[in-house]
């Protein structure tokens, strides 16, 4: 029967090869249309989608990375392109990037291309919208054009009469080139502002020696040190470091009880002292074992608390406004 | 009036064919769910119908894919869209030309071995002689047959595909200088589910036909050693029929879901 | 004649048409244990059609057969499966399976028929058996197509008796033999008859074969059992339709 068994094992190979192919090649097309591994949803709103469909590319900076998935139309002139990107690449597309249709090559289909956002905007996420680059069509610029040109024959129009106008000693302008009496009048204003300048400076010097002044105790901010705001910031800072030293006061206290304790427990378990028996008793040992890590835990606790009171100190230190307090209290 | 009358006779035998194909068919329906399955049989049908075809389906989708390549380049070098090359043949591959080639060739080859085999079968006794062994001939040789068409081909297309789309890389290679990955990429690019899945599936309705044909044309042979020539011509000329009319009503039905 | 014996098979007024043609019309005949009966009759007169019938593998439109004292017309496939056990058949052409080496040609009937020797591991002892029985042992891994004509009908005979059967229909077992083959089947046959028991039909137009096989012989002419006897018998009959089969 050995021929029917190398049969079995031909056949066997020709299924497998054939299964292998059907699914490897389902595979690709599956990656090419971006159906497995990781990919996010966008969206895209155009106003015209120039003959798009779904299944097209989509491109970034050149690079396919996704199809478009769906597109619905949500009003007249909003169409929303849901279109499905590569994840790995989707983190370099900033929020800020534009997309835009482009055709592939002259009969190729249509494409979404995106452009490239600014470096200091944040990276896409999953579900955002993308926003289109309105392209400026040829006859929007030659309108706009047409208006511009007319405005800058008004212009040239006006500018024309008001300098005929100067020409002609008419209006302000006119007048100040044309009347010597003006002339005169503006010196003397010039004149009077030189000097109003000199006197400005002097009072700017004066200003700044009451400034400096003010840097002294025994002015303005002498005064603001005796209000009772000012003592009363005093005695809570200085409540403060009196309760700190209380805490680290306990925190030593604390230590001792437990290293007192540790040293019982392991007289204990040695053998030694009164609760000896206790040893015996494994789940009381257990529970003492437990009261200690709890009591460890408390203390982490507790230093963190005196760490953090600490830096509030600190803090309050280089407030400004008490700097110059605290300095005292150095001294 | 007597040409009138053959006209007549010939409508017919047609009908009473297409009729008795339906009942076959129902039959084979009937007693496949039916144990116990003839494993060992079928595995060797499958054997037969699969392996035994693979050179000769992998030759024709070579020399299809090849030639295809070749008949089809200049034109598109003309039209200057050589670089659409790769999807249009492989896309044409993939929905049609592979699939119905190699129907066509198992039509020929399995269909008329299936239908002279049966056929001798029939009339050397040898069908009585199971039936009387206390086998279901028709579970132990149409049940396995059919099945084993039905399996096998869409099997043999997809080999058929790889292995023409690997001649038309081949001449892409040499004339055009296009490399493997390219080539494969734009492939794969081009072709999508929608194109996959149909040909595919009707590739099973094209092996049950041929298997169907070939067993109802072998196991109802008459007419002694002759019958079984003409039996065999007959079953590689309806299978082709069939498969013919097949594709067609594929193509119509997956134009309506995809459109 | 031996009343007092046992009818393995009774055919009471059997009849089959084919369009037009009536093939048989009313046939009766009794098959007894353990007796060998021929029946002759010229090409086309419904010999083959007759003992397809008695196996179910023609339907017949009137008349009654009863095997083993159960209605053919009357039972279910699982029982028909059961007589075709006990009923061995000998095809024409011996009818061996071309895809099928000699083994696995006898091995097919166990398959199925199973149910009678219970759960089979090792079919081959009972292959060599049967085998060893026509005197083709050797033959056993050998393809129909590299044997001749006289040992595939041997082989076909293996196959038949494999399954032990207790009647055995020949379906013209010297056709398309040369005469010294011929009378090998025939003295196999017999050799078979006497160590099995069986009970056995044997169609034939073969006279030789008959003088030398048959227990009783019955002529079947246009549909009907024309004539029935020893062989004896009918060879001194002088009615000019019987003589018509002795005359050389």
Known sequence: MEPFNVQRIKLGIFILTGTILFITGVYFIGKKQNMFGNTIELFAVFNNINGLKPGNNVRYSGINVGTVNEINMISDTVIVVTVTIEKEISRHIKKDSRCAITSDGLVGSMIINIIPGTEESQKINPGDTIFSLSRIRTDQMLQTLSVTNENAALLTAEMLKIAEGIGDGKGLIGAIIKDPAITEDVRAIITNLKNTTNSSNLAINQLNKILTSLDRNDNLIGSLRDTTLAVKVKNIINNVEISSVQISQILKQLETTISETRQTIANAREGKGAINYLSNDPMLVKKIDRTITHLDSTILEINQAGIQLNQNLDALKKTWLLRKQFKEEKK | ?259 | MNSDRKPVIVIKNLSKTFGDHKVLNQFTMELYEGETLVIMGKSGSGKSVMIKCLIGLETHDGGQITIMGKNLDTMDAATLNEIRTEVGFLFQGSALYDSMSVRENLEFPLRRHFKKFGEIGDATPLVMEALDSVGLGHTIDLMPEELSGGMKRRIAMARTLILKPKIILYDEPTTGLDPITSKEIVLLMKSIQQTYKTSSIVITHDVDCARFIADRMILLIDGINYAEGTYEELDRSQDPKIQAFFKK
């Open chain 2, 1 to 259: 009036m007597n040409t009138f009358q053959n006209f007549i006779t010939s409508i017919r035998a047609f009908l009473f064919e297409t009729g008795e194909l339906a009942f076959f068919a129902g039959r084979f329906f009937k007693e496949v769910f039916n144990r116990p399955f003839e494993w060992k049989e079928f595995a060797r049908q499958c054997y037969h119908i699969g392996n035994k075809s693979l050179f000769l389906v992998a030759i024709t989708g070579f020399i299809i894919g090849l030639v295809f390549t070749l008949q089809s380049r200049p034109k598109m070098i003309e039209l200057g869209a050589v670089a659409w090359l790769p999807s249009m043949v492989s896309i044409s591959i993939i929905r049609e030309i592979g699939p119905i080639i190699t129907a066509l060739i198992c039509a020929g080859r399995i269909g008329s071995g299936i239908g002279a085999e049966l056929g001798s079968m029939r009339v050397t006794e040898q069908i009585d002689a199971m039936e009387v062994s206390g086998t279901n001939p028709f579970k132990f040789l149409v049940v396995t047959r059919i099945l084993a068409t039905t399996l096998m081909i869409p099997l043999l297309v997809i080999m058929s595909d790889a292995v023409a789309l690997f001649g038309s890389f081949l001449v892409e290679n040499i004339k055009g200088d296009v490399s493997f990955t390219l080539y494969f990429d734009e492939v794969f690019r081009a072709i999508k589910f929608s194109d996959v899945f149909p040909a595919t599936l009707k590739t099973f309705f094209f092996g049950f036909a041929i298997g169907l044909v070939g067993c109802y044309k072998g196991y109802y042979c008459k007419h002694g050693t002759a019958g079984v020539g003409k039996t065999a011509n007959a079953a590689v000329v309806e299978a082709s029929m069939l498969v013919f009319i097949l594709d067609f009503t594929a193509v119509l039905v997956t134009d309506i879901f995809t459109s």
